[in-house]
């Protein structure tokens, strides 16, 4: 008995030991890669230096990125088709300017002024209650049913956009705020300490404080209680009605989730674009972020952000391959660099389609679907390695 007892014990510090060797090791894992991130964010920018081109490229991809985070907590991680996040996005950026822009005499625009730390989630705020009441569509509309319910919302925002002059400024658009910050303006640049820093360093670091943000937070909702009640909606709804989950409150708070994170990433868009007419927040918006999360990986935080990088990216790296590079060649000769043909523009929505197609056939869980399958097959590789040995 004694030897069975000291045989047990001895395999339960065993399994103990390896276990917080593992946990040791991914933590280790972890940091190293925080380390590396942050390294890599920081430094971006300042490489990149007087490149107006792909810093502006990196921050509209950033505020697309935080938009994306919302769009995949809806239909990634909820299973609730929507094309009605152009509309989301262009409440939180009219809340924006409403909340935080000026009100120039003769303009007949609404601007109360107020510091970016309360129009950024008052954007937020606005845009969620919306999406709180949009929210009940989603209990009685399914699939596709629910896909051209939020396509009328976008119709109807457009209306109301072009309409509501005090609030959008009609169809000539207005103007939208900038943040400051005592004597900093982003607007303008200007000094952050030792650094000066452009117009497009302080909205690239502002968008990535933002993203971080919203990101550490919805992974956390989706490993909580309310998260796994997301992903047991979209893979059994009568099954998760059964166990238990309240199916009403599961998708208005999906909705509202959603919508929130869309606001926010408007008021950003808008702030940063400075102005735009009705017509922005329309439905190739919404289709641009559904691009974003097939192509990144639907049901992924870090897909949200590579898709939307990437398809942000895109048309600059057409341009490059158009003439834009050091030999002023076109690698893509069939793409016309005049008003005619096949132009960039048309180029790169035809790329879209073609990778929307792709993934969808063949790797539905996107680019992150590949790089987990990639380092599993690695993973694989080294254990084999290190059985063998």
């Given at each position: 008995?004694?030897?069975?007892?000291?045989?047990?014990?001895?395999?339960?510090?065993?399994?103990?030991?390896?276990?917080?060797?593992?946990?040791r090791?991914?933590?280790?894992?972890?940091?190293?890669?925080?380390?590396?991130?942050?390294?890599?964010?920081?430094?971006?920018?300042?490489?990149?230096?007087?490149?107006?081109?792909?810093?502006?490229?990196?921050?509209?991809?950033?505020?697309?990125?935080?938009?994306?985070?919302?769009?995949?907590?809806?239909?990634?991680?909820?299973?609730?088709?929507?094309?009605?996040?152009?509309?989301?996005?262009?409440?939180?950026?009219?809340?924006?300017?409403?909340?935080?822009?000026?009100?120039?005499?003769?303009?007949?625009v609404?601007?109360?002024?107020?510091?970016?730390?309360?129009?950024i989630?008052?954007?937020?705020?606005?845009?969620?209650?919306?999406?709180?009441?949009v929210?009940?569509?989603?209990?009685?509309?399914?699939?596709?049913?629910?896909?051209?319910?939020?396509?009328?919302?976008?119709f109807?925002?457009?209306?109301?956009?072009?309409?509501?002059?005090?609030i959008?400024?009609?169809?000539?658009?207005?103007?939208?705020?900038?943040?400051?910050?005592?004597?900093?303006?982003?607007?303008?640049?200007?000094q952050?300490g030792?650094?000066?820093?452009?117009?497009?360093?302080?909205?690239?670091?502002?968008?990535?404080?933002?993203?971080?943000?919203?990101?550490?937070?919805?992974?956390?909702?989706?490993?909580?209680?309310?998260?796994?009640?997301?992903?047991?909606?979209?893979d059994?709804?009568?099954?998760?009605?059964?166990?238990?989950?309240?199916?009403?409150?599961?998708?208005?708070?999906?909705?509202?989730?959603?919508?929130?994170?869309?606001?926010?990433?408007?008021?950003?868009?808008?702030?940063?674009?400075?102005?735009?007419e009705?017509?922005?927040?329309?439905?190739?918006?919404s289709?641009?972020?559904?691009?974003?999360?097939?192509?990144?990986?639907?049901?992924?935080?870090?897909?949200?952000?590579?898709?939307?990088?990437?398809?942000?990216?895109?048309?600059q790296?057409?341009?490059?391959?158009?003439?834009?590079?050091?030999?002023?060649?076109?690698?893509?000769?069939?793409?016309?660099?005049?008003a005619?043909?096949?132009?960039?523009?048309?180029?790169?929505?035809?790329?879209?389609?073609?990778?929307?197609?792709?993934?969808?056939?063949?790797e539905?869980?996107?680019?992150?679907?590949?790089?987990?399958?990639l380092?599993?097959?690695?993973?694989?590789?080294?254990?084999?390695?290190?059985?063998?040995?």
């Open positions: 008995m004694a030897t069975e007892t000291g045989a047990r014990n001895s395999l339960k510090t065993d399994l103990a030991r390896d276990y917080f060797r593992a946990h090791a991914n933590a280790t894992r972890r940091l190293v890669w925080v380390i590396v991130g942050a390294v890599v964010i920081i430094g971006f920018p300042i490489v990149l230096g007087g490149n107006k081109e792909w810093l502006s490229v990196a921050v509209f991809g950033l505020i697309a990125s935080i938009g994306a985070l919302g769009m995949n907590v809806l239909t990634g991680y909820t299973g609730q088709a929507s094309f009605g996040h152009g509309f989301f996005l262009g409440v939180g950026a009219y809340t924006a300017a409403v909340f935080g822009g000026s009100s120039p005499a003769g303009s007949g609404i601007g109360l002024g107020l510091p970016f730390y309360l129009w989630p008052l954007a937020g705020l606005v845009a969620g209650l919306i999406g709180l009441i929210g009940p569509l989603a209990l009685r509309l399914k699939g596709l049913y629910l896909a051209l319910a939020t396509v009328s919302l976008v109807i925002g457009l209306h109301l956009f072009s309409n509501l002059k005090d959008t400024g009609g169809a000539n658009g207005r103007q939208f705020p900038a943040p400051t910050l005592g004597d900093l303006n982003f607007s303008t640049g200007g952050v030792p650094f000066t820093l452009t117009r497009d360093q302080l909205y690239y670091f502002l968008a990535v404080i933002i993203l971080v943000l919203c990101a550490v937070f919805i992974r956390n909702v989706m490993k909580s209680r309310a998260g796994r009640a997301f992903m047991a909606v979209r059994r709804e009568i099954a998760a009605e059964l166990i238990g989950i309240n199916l009403a409150w599961t998708k208005v708070t999906a909705f509202v989730f959603s919508s929130a994170l869309a606001g926010m990433a408007g008021a950003l868009y808008g702030s940063y674009l400075r102005y735009s009705p017509e922005l927040w329309g439905l190739n918006l289709i641009q972020f559904t691009a974003m999360i097939i192509i990144g990986g639907v049901g992924s935080v870090s897909g949200s952000i590579v898709g939307a990088l990437l398809l942000t990216a895109l048309p790296l057409i341009q490059i391959l158009t003439g834009s590079n050091p030999w002023n060649a076109n690698l893509v000769p069939f793409v016309s660099t005049e005619t043909g096949l132009t960039v523009s048309l180029f790169n929505q035809l790329l879209y389609a073609v990778f929307l197609i792709l993934f969808l056939l063949f539905p869980q996107g680019f992150v679907g590949i790089y987990r399958r380092a599993y097959r690695v993973r694989l590789l080294f254990a084999r390695k290190e059985a063998q040995a």
